[in-house]
């Protein structure tokens, strides 16, 4: 009687397994990437890594922001070079998890931390991103 009773409850679990929604992926960008579009799925994420150095009077600014129903910024983050070094230049770091289907846009840019103007060199990045 066990056994009639436990075979039930074995196909369903075999079925949920089988049924479950394929992991989350995180695509990797890089100033290299812009102006690209990036396909996700809900869930997804993207995380970009732009080379900076705040010891300059230089940062990164996020200029356009992804439209929230599509896709949300969850790391905004400063991350300091491995040099040990006063001076050493580092990473910001951004992540974004696509939240639901639709397209939207991300931007940031590298300005000058009083006046706001733009930095030499590949000062803008800027990314469509595609959440089916």
Do not use: C
């Amino acid at each position: 009687m066990q056994a009639r009773l436990l075979m039930p409850a074995a196909a369903l679990a075999a079925l949920a397994l089988t049924a479950s929604p394929a992991a989350a992926k995180q695509v990797a960008l890089t100033i290299d990437d812009t102006g690209s579009t990036v396909t996700l799925h809900k869930g997804d994420t993207i995380a970009i890594a732009l080379e900076s150095n705040q010891t300059t009077p230089f940062h990164w600014v996020v200029t356009t922001k992804p439209r929230p129903q599509v896709g949300r910024v969850t790391v905004n983050r400063y991350i300091q070079g491995t040099a040990g070094l006063a001076g050493a230049p580092g990473m910001q770091r951004y992540v974004i998890r696509a939240t639901g289907t639709g397209t939207t846009r991300f931007a940031a840019q590298y300005q000058e931390i009083t006046s706001g103007s733009v930095g030499s060199g590949d000062s803008t990045f800027a990314v469509r991103i595609r959440v089916r």
